[in-house]
């Protein structure tokens, strides 16, 4: 019992020295293209990583994004195939797959009001900004695939939290958009006018040393207006 209670200690101490500063979690990310197969997220560092994805901003606060976290290695394979053959699909601790809500975005579906409806705030400003998002609806989102665009814009914050969050953690991922949607939603059995496929996110630890990061400097990404 007290070896064991040592070898817990010893391992948390292990997992608190890898854990990174901002700076140094962004140097270390990257698109990790080859993961270890069998070195295993801890559920620990999978609870902080998905936390950070929950306390992700969104669009109003009405959180349209879903996660599959998937670690079944005959149903990664399968959609592996269906995403060009892409290794890091199919070979990874965890495969986590982003979905947006479709019909619970509508101005029909009772999810807005219901979401408005935990602020602790007055009625009257509930109806406000229950009144906005209505309009805003009416005027941008007026078929799925114009939902898709926009929930998969409030899922992408999220995600990149969920990456900088599995960095500081030593942990890798590689945010994948080449797959046929339509065929993972198939595979996954989605109901698609509830829920679509925004996004891949395979997530685990690196087979290979990151090469160098190349990146534009700050004086081309920014032009500073006085």
Same mark, same amino acid.
């Given at each position: 019992m007290k070896r064991i209670l040592i070898k817990t200690i010893l391992q948390k101490n292990k997992e608190d020295i890898m854990n990174k500063t901002f700076k140094e979690a962004m140097d270390f990310r990257h698109a990790c293209k080859s993961f270890q197969e069998e070195k295993?997220?801890?559920?620990?560092?999978?609870?902080?990583?998905?936390?950070?994805?929950? !306390?992700?901003? +969104?669009?109003?606060?009405?959180?349209?994004?879903?996660?599959?976290?998937?670690?079944?290695?005959?149903?990664?394979?399968?959609?592996?195939?269906?995403a060009m053959g892409q290794e890091q699909? +199919?070979? /990874?601790?965890?495969?986590?797959?982003? $979905?947006?809500? =479709?019909?619970? @975005?509508?101005? @029909?579906?009772?999810?807005?009001?219901?979401?408005? /409806?935990? $602020?602790?705030?007055?009625?009257?400003?509930?109806?406000m900004f229950l009144e906005y998002y209505h309009s805003y609806v009416k005027e941008h989102l007026n078929n799925d695939e114009q939902i898709l665009a926009w929930t998969s814009k409030q899922a992408y914050l999220a995600? *990149?939290? =969920?990456?900088?969050?599995? %960095?500081?953690? *030593?942990?890798? +991922?590689? %945010?994948?958009?080449?797959?046929?949607?339509?065929?993972?939603?198939k595979l996954l059995n989605l109901d698609t006018k509830k829920?679509?496929?925004? $996004? !891949? !996110?395979? !997530?685990g630890y690196r087979k290979n040393e990151q090469r160098e990061s190349l990146r534009l400097p700050l004086s081309e990404l920014v032009q500073y207006i006085d």
């Open positions: 295993e997220i801890s559920k620990e560092n999978m609870d902080f990583i998905l936390n950070a994805a929950r !306390l992700s901003p +969104s669009s109003y606060g009405l959180e349209f994004t879903k996660y599959l976290l998937i670690k079944n290695k005959d149903l990664k394979e399968k959609i592996k195939n269906l699909v +199919s070979i /990874n601790s965890s495969l986590l797959v982003v $979905l947006v809500a =479709i019909e619970d @975005s509508k101005i @029909s579906s009772p999810v807005p009001k219901d979401r408005f /409806n935990r $602020l602790e705030v007055n009625k009257e400003i509930k109806s995600v *990149g939290n =969920i990456m900088t969050a599995a %960095a500081t953690k *030593g942990i890798d +991922s590689c %945010a994948i958009e080449g797959f046929d949607k339509k065929e993972v939603e829920y679509q496929v925004a $996004l !891949l !996110l395979p !997530l």
